[in-house]
T-cell receptor, first 116, second 113 residues
């Protein structure tokens, strides 16, 4: 079964709305989680690294104020797309590695965000 | 920076055909290499991995060998099935499997009965 749960799976909302996406590790603690964005028929691009108890590390070109990341506990990271616009429509995917050397990452099922 | 290049799709094959999806990478040091699969409407699943040169990852009939001399990690399967239809992503991680991943562009595989 799934070890990383991502919610919601699909969101459709009006322009200007803020949308929160949750990523939970179900049976392990994750001090680090990763947020990716996937454009249609394109690859996944790393947006940011979410660090439990500290600020997220954003990749170049990703707006920190647009994509707010909070990692308040060892099992939960949230991505909030603030004042979303149609160009923010995309597929967002989180991943979390188990702790320990060379542990694989587990991916959530993704969230399809559609901004009208 | 690190990068991964894989063949563009879609790749269309008949059932029981041989599959090769090419993947090459650019990275400093000794990255770990992965193949992920994304079935329609689902998230990514790890298919196989290799963490050092000459390692062969294998799973569900798929194989890939870490070739440092050619910086490649080609995915192969001897006989594909309709259920293998999906998008396949080659990826690397600079340190180990638990770190951020750099993905290739993905290759859509369509297997016809």
């Amino acid at each position: 079964g799934a070890v990383v749960s991502q919610h919601p799976s699909r969101v459709i909302c009006k322009s200007g709305t803020s949308v929160k996406i949750e990523c939970r590790s179900l049976d392990f603690q994750a001090t680090t989680m990763f947020w990716y964005r996937q454009f249609p028929k394109k690859s996944l691009m790393l947006m940011a690294t979410s660090n439990e108890g500290s600020k997220a590390t954003y990749e170049q070109g990703v707006e920190k104020d647009k994509f707010l990341i909070n990692h308040a506990s060892l099992t939960l990271s949230t991505l909030t797309v603030t004042s979303a616009h149609p160009e923010d429509s995309s597929f967002y995917i989180c991943s979390a590695p188990r702790q320990g050397a060379n542990q694989p990452q587990h991916f959530g099922d993704g969230t399809r965000l559609s901004i009208l | 920076g690190d990068s991964v290049t894989q063949m563009e799709g879609p790749v269309t094959l008949s059932e029981e055909a041989f599959l090769t999806i090419n993947c090459t990478y650019t990275a400093t040091g000794y990255p770990s290499l992965f193949w992920y699969v994304q079935y329609p409407g689902e998230g990514l699943q790890l298919l196989l991995k290799a963490t050092k040169a000459d390692d062969k990852g294998s799973n569900k009939g798929f194989e890939a060998t870490y070739r440092k001399e050619t910086t490649s990690f080609h995915l192969e399967k001897g006989s594909v099935q309709v259920s293998d239809s999906a998008v396949y992503f080659c990826a690397l991680s600079p340190f180990d499997a638990g770190n951020m991943l750099t993905f290739g562009g993905g290759t859509r595989l369509m297997v016809k009965p």
